[in-house]
């Protein structure tokens, strides 16, 4: 089956002018050497050599904690749900450690600012694939909350996605044993759904004939932070 998906929406806005760039040729080999309160760019974040990850919004450094059980067992049930039933299509799914990266005006490495890692999401267009993981909004993002999660960066993921034109966006409450689909409208506004529960089955307009039970999604998770 071959979908046919056009979400290349791009904004032509751009983040803030950089109050405090960072050279992009400096090799960073320890955390202790990144000041938090820079403004960095992909071409910084290309030359940290380090173990701990990081997410950029708008040249703003988001760490990224070490996911629990918990949170692995939903990632690794929807990403085989997803990339068993893609087999063979034009979409593809990806799983983190995956680097999404968002331009605004230029592709250029020193001028994209945001650069997110879904916990899942799902590529219909083969174009923006490289080496390095995605240039360009992806047509599905799936996030799986965290303790570790902080108010103001789930609100800036959120309108990362709604403004690059992600078409849906799925959250998983795994305290709530609840998942939320967001759609993108016409006007380019997510869109929430009921919360998909025990019982139901998620379905997408984006993939015709796919369906993720909720009951094994939440199956056996109650050890495992």
Same mark, same amino acid.
């Given at each position: 089956?071959d979908?046919?998906?056009d979400?290349?929406k791009?904004?032509?806005?751009?983040?803030?002018?950089?109050?405090?760039?960072?050279?992009?040729?400096?090799?960073?080999?320890?955390?202790?050497?990144?000041?938090?309160?820079?403004?960095?760019?992909?071409?910084?974040?290309?030359?940290?050599?380090?173990?701990?990850?990081?997410? &950029?919004?708008? *040249?703003?450094?988001? @760490?990224?904690?070490?996911?629990?059980? %918990?949170?692995?067992?939903?990632? =690794?049930?929807?990403?085989?749900?997803?990339?068993?039933?893609?087999?063979?299509?034009?979409?593809?799914?990806?799983?983190?450690?995956?680097?999404?990266r968002?331009?605004?005006?230029s592709?250029?490495?020193?001028?994209?600012?945001?650069?997110?890692?879904?916990?899942?999401?799902?590529?219909c267009?083969?174009?923006?694939?490289?080496?390095?993981?995605?240039?360009?909004?992806?047509?599905?993002?799936?996030?799986? &909350?965290?303790? *570790?999660?902080?108010? @103001?960066?789930?609100?800036?993921?959120? %309108?990362?996605?709604?403004?690059? =034109?992600?078409?849906e966006?799925?959250?998983?409450?795994?305290?709530?044993?609840?998942?939320?689909?967001?759609?993108?409208?016409?006007?380019?506004?997510?869109?929430a759904?009921?919360?998909?529960?025990?019982?139901?089955?998620?379905?997408?307009?984006?993939?015709?004939?796919?369906?993720?039970?909720?009951?094994?999604?939440?199956?056996?998770?109650?050890?495992?932070?």
């Open positions: 089956m979908m046919k998906v979400n290349d791009e904004k032509e806005k751009g983040p803030q002018v950089p109050s405090k760039p960072y050279d992009t040729e400096r090799i960073i080999t320890t955390v202790n050497d990144i000041d938090f309160s820079g403004t960095y760019s992909y071409a910084n974040y290309l030359n940290w050599h380090i173990q701990e990850r990081f997410e &950029l919004i708008k *040249g703003k450094i988001f @760490k990224m904690t070490a996911p629990s059980t %918990k949170h692995q067992r939903f990632t =690794g049930r929807i990403f085989l749900e997803l990339g068993n039933f893609l087999k063979g299509m034009k979409c593809e799914a990806f799983i983190a450690p995956f680097d999404v968002f331009p605004y005006k592709k250029d490495d020193v001028d994209v600012t945001t650069v997110l890692q879904p916990d899942v999401c799902v590529v267009d083969p174009g923006k694939i490289d080496s390095r993981g995605c240039l360009g909004a992806p047509d599905i993002v799936v996030e799986v &909350l965290s303790p *570790g999660n902080n108010r @103001k960066e789930l609100d800036n993921k959120y %309108k990362v996605y709604e403004e690059f =034109g992600v078409l966006y799925w959250i998983i409450h795994p305290s709530e044993r609840t998942l939320i689909q967001y759609v993108l409208n016409d006007e380019g506004t997510f869109v759904g009921r919360p998909y529960a025990g019982g139901n089955e998620l379905v997408s307009d984006l993939l015709p004939g796919f369906r993720l039970n909720i009951d094994e999604l939440f199956m056996n998770c109650d050890d495992g932070d």
